[in-house]
């Protein structure tokens, strides 16, 4: 039901293109951060949660025991990483299939702070400091840094890592490197990363977190997917045992040097990790029934539903716990595509809405599961609700000429329906807006003044989504909209997406914690709508959001950012070119009952294998000790 | 004299109504008592699933409004008649029921729900259970008045539960055995009639033409008909007459090497150079004499045909790229069930309805190929 889209590496080029063209304002990035002052940590506006002198992160456990092991299915993935098997251990290079977690065995110059937007802290890296120009970023590293064969963690490394990945990494690496200059060791201590000025502002948070390599094991091997050796790490963990395509554990450095770091204080507490890898889920599901594998994330509201009856679980050794999902801002919504004439008038987009009963649609597809959704940035801060705030205000008052009236009082939300399936107040209230726009019912269908129908057609390439929209078509077309189904093959699929070539089209984003106008201009700005390969699904043009966009990009600080956001999440709404879906509030997991764990899971993250730990007590209570 | 010659003449014997070839062909057909009793099985639920609409249908058959008898199950009457706004009644919708039977009257069909509607009334997630499965209570709950409604009836139940859509399984499992019956038996007429004429033409004239046609059905064999649906659906929306047309473009190819080889062997008999030197053209020695040779071959081929066309527009629907989304499909049933593991009645309805509907037809074939078969003789 749900599916997450990462940008795919098409879309950055064709982006890169309308970049360039666009006149750039001044990065706002880091304006705030001092330069020159040798800074424990960095973040988009500069503040940081936790001082110099932190001794551990707030969402982790300092005194969680040690040891034990952790059999898991990995939630999600990166890179060249495979849930389903593996014939490589270099999770860097963009061929081959490599195992999950690889990256685990290498630690990174700064690690992020899972309870912040978007702050990173020095692991490897002592300090950072600032260029005048905050496009050049010097780290001193810290002189104990060790790789697992007890050579020294060096500048050199360092640099020979961010190269090595600009040259031949997995493009998830490699992209955002693109406007990398020059990484060059100053000293055995002191390395310096310099950018070209047109990288995004967000681009160094997340470049610090890159595993760093050692020089010496890949001069001395291939950096390629061709072998099967694991590469020299030097974090808290390292390859164990494995078995190609089938298993791999990962197991506990007893001497890992950075142990008593602050920013791996209480975490890192299983004594080895072990990732089996099934073709299928179901599979998969069958051996956490066993007890085989003792934590799984449950991404099928059915399996979530009616599966979990096994003995395990009816005799409370088996937990299903729902943890609140990350508060970074979704967007899971239908796009009209206003490239067509039909759909160029708001009030059928709006009707087109109100077809959909999503109050039937979860009670009777969903098990119950599933929220829904109303705004452009769910779950995050950035949604608006209520009456606009007077900073708001401020914002849409110099658009109001531009901007739907809507905009201007109680955000728009998509009325609950009474959840019949057929809400007869809610259709007579769409086919009243079509009349409005000029669709007059003749008979089986909606005709406007030439004659012609309104036709609608979904474009989807999954089966599941057959499902889910069909009673929202039988909807549509009950009030005389020719709507039908189209499904297609994924590559035609991607094809006709990045040519905009559909009627409506479903797609589920994820934007970062701290979005940048980068971000929101790929979505929404009038640049985008005619780049092929956008993600302007619905064709938004309009000089209003381009300037609320714009408002968002000078941000100066996390409060006027959020305020600028969530005047975009109004007007985007009252506008209505995408129809909110749903979206998943939580985390369904479900565990053997042996582990301990924080209280309070941090908002930005949920990296179970790091912050668990074994509870010997519960353990034995299973007798899983 | 001339008179009682005349009427002493034994009478011109009549010919009955089938010649004595066709009735020895009845014989052996009724001989195969598997098959012939298939026949009749197999007619009775064609015949069946021809009057599905009167069946299994989400309208009324007939009904009276305001003294008017209405027909709703041969007319799309708009809902404005009713008082209601939609473009097409939805005679199940409460509001109209009851602005109907406050009017008049009407009868439904023994099931109340066609291929594709939506049975928004479930009592559990979709795919839901057989009604039969579940308690009254139970049953009725998700009805506006409950255990009262008058809706929760019996012509309201999914004798076989209802796919991950909430569609009843029943109606949508007695309309797909007529879409691919009725699929197969396109298919198969046509592709025969194609491929035993090229046959015939290869055979009888050999030489050239014999060698070029054999040419091109190797090429066109080769062709990956899969991949060929899968780019046309790229392109065109499938619909029935694409695919049948579609699959009419390959399948034909099948019968050729028979009927050219029965041709190709009887070209040169006696009576056949006999009839040619009598001067009968081509075309009526073809038909007359050689082609019967060639029917039992034909015949023997035919079954496999059609149940490889159902099993083909089958799989397509399974994959995906057969009838569009919504169609009544025995594929998509099948899709479902393996998709929903928990919901065997998916399984078990498509299975059983496929498997005897194949093996019907195969029975069916067999007899006759029986009774086509000269050389085969019954007690």
């Known amino acids: 039901m749900e599916r997450r889209t990462l940008l795919p590496r098409r879309d950055f080029l064709a982006l890169g293109a309308a970049a360039a063209a666009a006149a750039l304002l001044p990065g706002r990035a880091f304006a705030e951060t001092p330069t020159g002052v040798e800074l424990h940590g960095l973040s988009a506006f500069g503040d940081l949660k936790y001082k110099p002198d932190f001794t551990h992160f707030d969402y982790v456990n300092p005194n969680a025991p040690q040891g034990g092991t952790f059999n898991f299915s990995p939630p999600n993935w990166g890179a060249n990483q495979s849930p389903q098997t593996f014939n490589t251990l270099n999770s860097f290079v963009p061929k081959g299939d490599s195992p999950q977690r690889m990256e685990m065995c290498f630690d990174s110059l700064m690690v992020r702070a899972l309870d912040e937007p978007d702050a990173v802290y020095g692991l490897i890296a002592e300090s950072v400091t600032l260029a005048d120009d905050r496009n050049s970023f010097t780290f001193s590293l810290r002189p104990q840094a060790r790789f697992h064969d007890g050579t020294p963690l060096t500048a050199d490394d360092v640099a020979f890592t961010f190269k090595l990945l600009k040259d031949k990494g997995h493009p998830d690496y490699a992209l955002s490197l693109t406007h990398l200059d020059d990484a060059a060791a100053k000293d055995t201590h002191t390395v310096e990363l310099k950018f070209s000025g047109k990288q995004s502002a967000r681009t160094i948070l997340n470049v610090v977190g890159f595993p760093i390599l050692s020089k010496a094991f890949f001069t001395a091997n291939p950096f390629d997917s061709s072998q099967l050796n694991p590469p020299l790490g030097s974090s808290a963990y390292k390859v164990g045992r494995w078995s190609a395509g089938a298993w791999i554990e990962y197991e506990r450095v007893p001497d890992y040097w950075g142990n008593d770091l602050p920013v791996n204080r209480g975490q890192n507490n299983f004594g080895r990790i072990r990732i089996e890898f099934y073709q299928d889920r179901t599979a998969g599901f069958e051996a956490f029934k066993k007890g085989e594998i003792l934590y799984r994330e449950e991404f099928t509201s059915r399996v979530w539903a009616t599966a979990y009856d096994f003995p395990a679980f009816t005799g409370g050794k088996v937990i299903k716990h729902e943890f609140p999902a990350e508060t970074t801002p979704s967007m899971q919504a239908t796009a009209v595509n206003q490239r067509r004439e039909q759909f160029k008038d708001p009030r059928v987009r709006q009707a087109i809405a109100l077809c959909f009963d999503f109050e039937w649609t979860r009670r009777n597809f969903f098990y119950g599961s599933y929220e829904r959704s109303q705004s452009c940035f769910e779950k995050s801060d950035f949604r608006a609700s209520g009456m606009p705030t007077p900073q708001e205000l401020a914002l849409l008052e110099p658009l109001r000429d531009q901007l739907p009236p809507e905009t201007f009082g109680e955000a728009v939300t998509q009325p609950p329906s009474d959840g019949s399936g057929r809400d007869r107040k809610q259709l007579s209230a769409a086919l009243k807006l079509l009349a409005e726009a000029g669709w007059k019912r003749s008979g089986d269908f909606v005709l406007n003044d030439k004659g012609g129908r309104l036709t609608a057609e979904f474009l989807v390439d999954d089966e599941t989504f057959v499902q889910v929209y069909s009673p929202w078509v039988a909807n549509m077309k009950a009030i005389g909209i020719d709507a039908s189904i189209r499904l297609v093959d994924s590559a035609q699929y991607q094809l006709r997406q990045s040519t905009f070539d559909f009627d409506l089209l479903s797609a589920a984003f994820n934007f970062s914690a701290t979005p940048t106008r980068d971000d929101l201009e790929i979505f929404f700005h009038s640049r985008s709508a005619a780049v092929s390969g956008s993600r302007n699904l619905s064709g938004v043009a309009s000089p209003a959001i381009d300037a609320l966009i714009d408002a968002v990009g000078t941000a100066k600080d996390r409060e006027s950012l959020t305020t600028a956001m969530r005047a975009l999440d109004r007007a985007l709404r009252a506008r209505r070119d995408w129809i909110p879906s749903w979206y998943l509030a939580n985390h369904r997991s479900a565990y053997w009952d042996m582990f301990g764990f924080p209280e309070r899971k941090p908002d930005f993250g949920f990296p179970v294998e790091a912050l668990w730990w074994v509870d010997k007590g519960k353990a034995a209570k299973i007798g899983k000790a | ?379």
């Open chain 2, 1 to 379: 004299m001339a008179e009682a010659a005349i009427e002493s003449a034994p009478a011109r014997p009549r010919r009955p109504f089938l010649s004595p070839l066709n009735q020895r062909r009845l014989q052996n057909f009724k001989a195969n008592r598997r098959g012939y009793w298939s026949l009749w099985i197999f007619l009775f639920l064609f015949v069946l699933s021809l009057f599905s609409e009167l069946i299994a249908n989400d309208k009324p058959i007939i009904a009276s409004y305001k003294g008017e008898i209405l027909f709703p199950v041969l007319v799309a009457y708009p809902e404005e008649k009713f008082g209601g706004f939609y473009a097409v009644t939805d005679y199940r919708d409460p509001v109209i029921q009851d602005e109907i039977n406050s009017n008049g009257w009407m009868i439904w069909p023994p099931i109340r729900y066609s291929y594709q509607t939506v049975n928004n009334a479930i009592p559990e997630p979709a795919p839901a259970k057989p009604s039969w499965l579940y308690d009254k209570t139970k049953r009725c709950s998700q009805y506006p008045k409950g255990e009262a409604d008058e809706n929760c009836t019996l012509g309201n139940w999914n004798w076989l539960g209802t796919d991950d859509q909430a569609r009843d399984v029943l109606a949508r499992v007695l309309y797909g055995f007529r879409i691919s019956v009725l699929f197969g038996l396109i298919l198969t007429l046509g592709s025969s009639l194609i491929g035993v004429a090229a046959g015939a033409v290869q055979g009888y004239f050999g030489g050239w033409t014999d060698l070029l046609f054999q040419r091109f059905i190797e090429i066109w064999s080769a062709i990956p008909v899969l991949y060929l649906l899968l780019i046309v659906s790229a392109i065109l929306p499938p619909g029935f007459f694409i695919l049948l047309g579609l699959m009419l473009l390959f399948s034909w190819v099948a019968l050729v090497g028979v009927v050219r080889a029965e041709f190709l062997r009887a070209r040169n008999f006696e009576y056949v150079n006999a009839a040619r030197a009598l001067g009968v053209p081509n075309l009526t020695i073809m038909f007359r004499h050689l082609l019967p040779n060639a029917m039992v071959a034909t015949l023997t081929f035919l079954p496999f045909l059609l149940s490889g066309s159902i099993s083909t527009l089958t799989s397509l629907d399974y994959l995906g790229f057969g009838l569009p989304p919504g169609s009544a499909s025995l594929g998509e049933l099948l899709k479902q069930a393996q998709r929903n593991l928990n919901a065997p009645w998916l399984g078990i309805s498509g299975f059983i309805v496929i498997s005897v509907m194949l093996s019907l037809l195969v029975f069916i074939g067999e007899a006759t190929r029986d009774a086509f078969d000269p050389r085969k003789t019954f007690k």
